[in-house]
């Protein structure tokens, strides 16, 4: 089989590797709840490449990506529950029906806040017929959070919770307000450290988490950008300390942890 640049080659790899007689075993082990970490994973890849302006690594995830979305279409129709095919038949439906400003016969020009007004209108609705398809259950209260899809990453979710919960008020108003709550969360993991609490130490970490992804969203910094920042400017900082050592023919182990200390401060001045 040669590569292609048609999606069906793409289909018919999958369906080869999933075949119970002849194909991967690795591939036939898994179901969707053990590809869903890979899905996410490869989307975290894909702003990678974007944050690093790689084009071709970008060329590549978004196609590490677009296997993730064949591979979660292959085993539903296994299933019998859709194919790629009807993947594909509802986003292209769904963008066509979000924007009728670009796909229907309309008069007049939309402003951004319009569009984004019509396509907030739209998905309400695309959720309440979805909800009319579902099996009846017995009513229960309906959360204004319950939009907020659980299986997006703990920042993002953190952050949309967030953000519904001040549409309607439920917010500080000043970001020193908040660097105070943040302030009262790590009062609280000091007393349980104190107090020798490993179960309440989660528990606290978590609230101090919640309350640092409020203050990023009162400043208008996104959360999980900020901390990949951090995180590269750890490593490049830590890179700095290895080289360091390396010059004086040094390892890390070698090396105390006051001494490695020095040559991070030292990374910090030369930044």
Known sequence: M???????RLLDIMAQLRNPR?????????DFSTIAPYTIEEAYEVADAIARGDFDDLRD???DLLLQVVYHARMAEEQNAFAFGDVVEAITRKMIRRHPHVFADAEGRLTPSDVKGAWERIKAEEKAERAARRPQAEPSHTSLLSSVKTGLPALARAM????????????WNDPRAVLHKIREE??????ALDR????QLAEETGD???ALVNLARHIGADPDMALRATNAKFERRFAYIERALAARGRSLEQTSLEEMDALWDEAKEKE
């Not at 194909?23 to 898994?30: A, F, I, K, S």
């Not at 949309?160 to 917010?171: E, H, I, N, T, Y």
């Not at 020798?196 to 179960?199: K, M, R």
Request: negative net charge; hydrophobic residues 30%; charged residues 25%.
């Open 2 to 8: 040669t590569p292609s640049r048609d999606i069906s």
């Open 22 to 30: 002849s194909g991967c075993p690795w591939d036939l082990e898994q």
């Open 61 to 63: 995830e978004l196609g």
């Open 160 to 171: 949309q919770l967030q953000r519904k919960a001040s549409s309607v008020g439920f917010d």
């Open 186 to 191: 790590a009062d609280e993991i000091e007393a």
């Open 196 to 199: 020798g609490d490993t179960g």
């Open 208 to 210: 101090l988490l919640f």
